[in-house]
């Protein structure tokens, strides 16, 4: 039996996968060759990037009451995931769409629905947080609903990981809960407001508020820092990319999973970084 | 009463609101829609609200969006029998992005199964095209299906209508094989040597469109109206006025095609018919929806 667990607050999403030659622009309409749907959203992704590697995940969300819905708890039925904590509310299933080409670009768009409605309430129950060792957070839900989550597992001294994608302003009180923050450099530039790609500038900036930082570079590699610490630089793995959808959730599920295990940071980013590099060119 | 015959895609339309994404962002959206799309679905079931005896040619797959579709049909008297199901084949999908502050949008349709409608499926529904007075058709439709179906119809003696949408290069051959040839404005310049916007610049390209080879041209002009000419007569029908009235001009050239095909089927003169899909199509657009915000047939007799 493993004891290790996880808990995950964030979001499930049915995703429409539509692959294109062309992604539109604005005013276009293109002929697209494929699609089909995915079991989706960071909070889902994240929990099964976990769960496969053999932890422990409570996973917290909302589904809707509709066709989508019946979809999303058959597809989480096929892991280890525990869906108890999941809620049928009665409005529409969260749902995006991601319109991609060959070479792996792609362009987004998310409708939250149900995610914006998670129960707080569930975040009280002490059976939730038994043998938790992390509280694992995204930004697909309201901010409000990850304060109180993190506060809960503070009470209980459980660390929270933060990967705050998309991304959107986080609030002081947001940053003083979270122990590790991982982003990535459009959501680094978005969350400093730095306009130079000085992505060391924005890891030390970062720092400041967060204990441990993570930006992840995509083919440029990966910056971290420690609260007064310098930001350190952590080259890539040069592979050809098939497709870049859903690697930061696999990133953070690789990261997180292997932290837990060996409480060694710097080793950990490194694991990931390279298991990322072999999950991008399959 | 005369039959009508379509041959087009259906697809289901996906609409999600909110700010267009550029390459490599995700946007958080406001709202999203799944409703029924595709030209070919769209004017029959334009065509089946207006009162016609309507066959659609298409292919759908074995999933949630294939029965969407028949239940549609159903609901507006479109008749299936050569709806086809395909096992290999997802119903087609329409990812629409709207940004409804600024009406601009990004589109990328996938035909899915009405993609992979074959000459064989066409083969198979011949009799339903010879039976028809009308047969009306589109190019969203795989184009040697389309043309293949036109010659059918060509060939035993069915009037055709072929709204060009979207707008593509067609063979020389296949412009004699058109009765009715029934672009918008911007369809419409795609096959002359100048801009079609107006009135004005639709009855001097028109003479380009006849001479390709069709035997009449109707050019939908948006909240202007609509232009006819053939090689004896042309007419302008302006459009209805309905200001404010208006909320969603998406549909509106399927309404106008379905309903004026149906004019057509009840032996109504070319301006009669003209007429009439005027009106239909200008009702469509004070309602939400492309299939579902087509009027039903008393709404438009109380108006002639």
Redesign the interface.
């Known amino acids: 039996m493993n004891l290790i667990s996880i808990v995950v607050v964030g979001s499930i999403h049915y995703d ?1 996968f ?3 030659e062309f ?14 749907p995915k079991l989706g959203g960071k909070g889902a992704n994240q929990s099964v990037s976990l769960s496969k590697l053999g932890i422990k995940v409570k996973l917290v969300s909302a589904v809707g009451k509709d ?1 989508f819905s019946s979809y999303l708890i058959n597809q989480l039925k096929k892991t280890d995931i525990d869906l108890n904590y999941i809620k049928h509310i009665n409005t ?1 299933s969260g ?5 991609s080409n060959s070479k792996g ?9 149900a995610n914006l409605k998670i129960s707080k309430n569930i975040l009280l129950k002490n059976e939730l947080w038994k043998d938790t060792k992390f509280l694992m957070l995204q930004n697909e839900v309201e901010e409000a609903l990850n304060i109180e989550a993190a506060e809960q597992a503070k009470k209980r001294k459980i660390k929270v990981f933060m990967n705050a994608a ?1 991304a959107k302003n986080i609030s002081q009180e947001m940053y003083s809960l979270v122990d590790i923050l991982l982003v990535n450099e ?1 959501e680094a530039s978005q969350i400093t407001n730095i306009g130079t790609k000085d992505f060391e500038k924005m890891a030390l900036l970062l720092s400041k508020k967060v204990n441990n930082v993570i930006i992840t570079l995509g083919s440029k590699g990966v910056v971290i820092c420690k609260k007064n610490n310098k930001p350190k630089k952590i080259s890539s793995y040069k592979v050809n990319v098939k497709s870049a959808h859903g690697a930061g959730d696999f990133f953070a599920g690789i990261f997180l999973a292997n932290y837990i295990k060996n409480s060694n940071f710097e080793e950990s980013i490194i694991t990931a970084n390279k298991k990322t590099a072999e999950f991008i060119s399959k | 009463m005369k039959k009508l015959s379509v041959l087009g895609i259906f697809v289901a339309d ?1 609409a ?3 700010k ?13 829609v799944v409703g029924p799309g595709g030209k070919g679905s769209n004017q029959s079931v334009a065509a089946g609200k207006a009162g016609a005896k309507v066959n659609l040619i298409t292919k759908v797959g074995d999933d ?1 969006y294939g029965k969407m579709a028949f239940r549609i049909y159903q609901e507006t008297n479109v008749g299936t029998e050569f709806v086809y199901i395909s096992k290999e084949q ?1 119903t ?2 329409a ?1 629409i ?1 709207l ?1 409804k502050e600024t009406g ?9 199964a009405a993609g992979a409608l074959t000459i064989e499926d066409i083969n198979n529904a011949k009799d339903v095209i010879k039976n028809s007075s009308i047969f009306l058709t589109q190019l969203e439709a795989p184009i040697d299906v389309v043309v293949h179906a036109l010659k059918i119809a060509k060939e035993n003696n069915v009037t055709t209508i072929l709204n060009p949408a ?1 707008s593509a290069s067609l063979s020389k051959e296949v412009f004699p094989l058109i009765d009715y040839f029934t672009p918008n404005e911007s369809e419409a310049s795609f096959y002359v040597s100048g801009e079609i916007k107006n009135h004005e610049d639709a009855s001097k390209y028109a003479g380009e469109i006849l001479d390709l080879g069709v035997k009449n041209v109707v050019i939908t002009l948006g909240d202007s109206g609509v232009y006819f000419q053939n090689n004896t007569r042309n007419h302008f029908e302006p459009a209805l006025k309905l200001g404010e009235k208006v909320i969603d001009t998406s549909g509106a050239g399927d309404a106008f095609n379905g309903s004026f095909a149906t004019a057509l089927c009840e032996n109504k003169g070319i301006i009669e018919a003209i007429k009439f899909a005027n009106i239909y199509a200008g009702i469509s657009t004070t309602r939400i929806g492309t299939a579902n915000s087509m009027p039903q047939r008393d709404e438009i007799d109380k108006l002639l």
């Open positions: 429409f539509i692959d294109s992604i539109p622009k604005i005013g276009e309409t293109v002929l697209g060759s494929s699609w089909y066709s529409n749902i995006s769409v991601a319109i670009d792609y362009s987004a768009m998310v409708v939250s629905g998309p459009i | 996906l999600f609101f909110g267009i994404p550029k390459v490599g962002e995700t946007i958080l959206g406001d709202n999203f949630d997802s087609g999908v990812a992005l940004n601009e949008n990004a589109i990328s349709v996938v035909p899915g979207p």
